[in-house]
């Protein structure tokens, strides 16, 4: 299965911030993913990272708030736009190699806000 | 996507078998049950998955009933480092990737 690396693994920030989340795969992937996993809560997807092309947003999330980028085939960013408390949440990036295959996800970035 | 139901929390021995059960009554016939568990801290992992016939690797086995509308998730013989939350989840097969849609899950604790 594939390596994946999150940075930071966890922030703390002020609110009104902004902060950039990496992911970096060892292999070339086909689809990459965001999801957040509020306090005591399940995973959500947040959007779908496209290479080359705009993010795919989830029912209530949305550009601007989280911008996404792919450049390459393993690597993808998530930014965490103009932060507030209720941002506070595991931010995780997850994998695909296709479409048949199991989605590989790392181990997430712990993100508080003040 | 079709939903799950699965009880919120189990208790398992240590050293015994955890059943976990998944009742997946609406499944479609292109849709697989997939396991993810997850231990504190760390993000989900990858258990096992199937479509209708039964499956077995080196971490579980996964039962599927013959209709398709529960499945079984069997962990042999239970240890404490497998206390975690486990998530059953259909998802179709399109050929091309689709997001995966998390329940709540079932908290299993292994206990001494």
Same mark, same amino acid.
């Given at each position: 299965?594939?390596?994946?690396?999150?940075?930071?693994?966890?922030?703390?920030? $002020?609110?009104?911030?902004?902060?950039?989340?990496?992911?970096?795969?060892?292999?070339?992937?086909?689809?990459?993913?965001?999801?957040?996993? $509020?306090?005591?809560?399940? /995973?959500?997807?947040?959007?779908?990272?496209?290479?080359?092309?705009e993010a795919t947003y989830e029912s209530g999330f949305v550009i601007d708030k989280f911008p996404i980028s792919r450049p390459n085939l393993?690597?993808?960013?998530?930014?965490?736009?103009?932060?507030?408390? #209720?941002?506070?949440?595991?931010? /995780?990036?997850?994998? #695909?190699?296709?479409?048949?295959?199991? $989605?590989?996800?790392?181990?997430?970035?712990? /993100?508080?806000? /003040? | 996507?079709? !939903?799950?139901?699965?009880?919120? =929390?189990? +208790?398992?021995?240590?050293? &015994?078998?955890?059943? %976990?059960?998944?009742? *997946?009554? @609406?499944? =479609?016939?292109?849709?697989?049950?997939?396991?993810?568990?997850?231990? *504190? =801290?760390?993000?989900?992992?990858?258990?096992? *998955?199937?479509? !209708?016939?039964?499956? @077995?690797?080196?971490?579980?086995? %996964?039962?599927?009933?013959? +209709? &398709? !509308?529960? =499945? @079984?998730?069997?962990?042999? *013989?239970?240890?404490?480092? +497998?206390?975690?939350v486990y998530y059953c989840i259909v998802r179709p097969r399109t050929g091309t990737a689709s997001k995966l849609t998390f329940g709540t899950? @079932? &908290?299993?604790?292994?206990?001494?």
């Open positions: 299965s594939a390596v994946i690396s999150q940075k930071p693994s966890r922030d703390i920030c $002020q609110r009104g911030t902004s902060l950039t989340i990496q992911c970096q795969v060892d292999s070339q992937v086909t689809m990459m993913f965001w999801y957040r996993q $509020q306090p005591g809560q399940s /995973l959500t997807l947040i959007a779908t990272a496209n290479q080359g092309s393993t690597f993808s960013t998530l930014t965490v736009s103009n932060m507030s408390p #209720e941002d506070s949440s595991i931010y /995780l990036c997850s994998v #695909e190699y296709s479409g048949d295959q199991p $989605q590989h996800f790392g181990d997430g970035t712990r /993100l508080s806000i /003040l | 996507d079709a !939903k799950t139901t699965q009880p919120p =929390s189990m +208790d398992c021995a240590e050293g &015994r078998a955890a059943n %976990l059960p998944c009742n *997946h009554s @609406t499944i =479609s016939g292109n849709e697989y049950v997939y396991w993810y568990r997850q231990i *504190h =801290s760390q993000g989900p992992q990858y258990i096992i *998955h199937g479509l !209708k016939n039964n499956e @077995t690797n080196e971490m579980a086995s %996964l039962i599927i009933t013959e +209709d &398709r !509308k529960s =499945s @079984t998730l069997i962990l042999p *013989h239970a240890t404490l480092r +497998d206390t975690a899950g @079932t &908290r299993l604790q292994v206990t001494l």
